[in-house]
Nanobody, 127 residues
Framework: QVQLVESGGGLVQAGGSLRLSCTTS????????RGWFRQAPGKEREFVAA??????????RYADSVKGRFTISRDNAKNTLYLQMNSLKPEDTAVYYC??????????????????WGQGTQVTVSS
């Protein structure tokens, strides 16, 4: 497992943008998929976006609800994972969690398939 720390959440009006960051306490992210999940009050944690890097290249995957608005990226030099969120909607309001240590064969949208989690950062979108 690795320790993950998220930042960048906050309050924004609908249509606005935020960029979430996730850094690790170890030298690098662990092997396997890494990504972002979110959890709104009274709801289960849900998949937002993830990426998987292999020797053949990288793949990304997005939830249908955020496709075209959110972008996941990484900066290896800074050991950081990002989630750029544009055109935010009130229904995007949730606590956002960074996840790592996912499957080593590809991307999973199931939270239980990831073994490392950050503490979460609150994103609130007002209408």
């Amino acid at each position: 497992q690795v320790q993950l720390v998220e930042s960048g959440g906050g309050l924004v009006q609908a249509g606005g943008s935020l960029r979430l960051s996730c850094t690790t306490s170890t030298r690098t992210f662990s092997n396997g998929a890494r990504g972002w999940f979110r959890q709104a009050p009274g709801k289960e944690r849900e998949f937002v976006a993830a990426m998987f890097i292999s020797w053949t290249g990288g793949t990304t995957r997005y939830a249908d609800s955020v496709k075209g608005r959110f972008t996941i990226s990484r900066d290896n030099a800074k050991n950081t994972l990002y989630l750029q969120m544009n055109s935010l909607k009130p229904e995007d309001t949730a606590v956002y969690y960074c996840a790592a240590g996912g499957p080593t064969y590809g991307i999973s949208t199931t939270p239980n398939d990831y073994d490392s989690w950050g503490q979460g950062t609150q994103v609130t979108v007002s209408s």
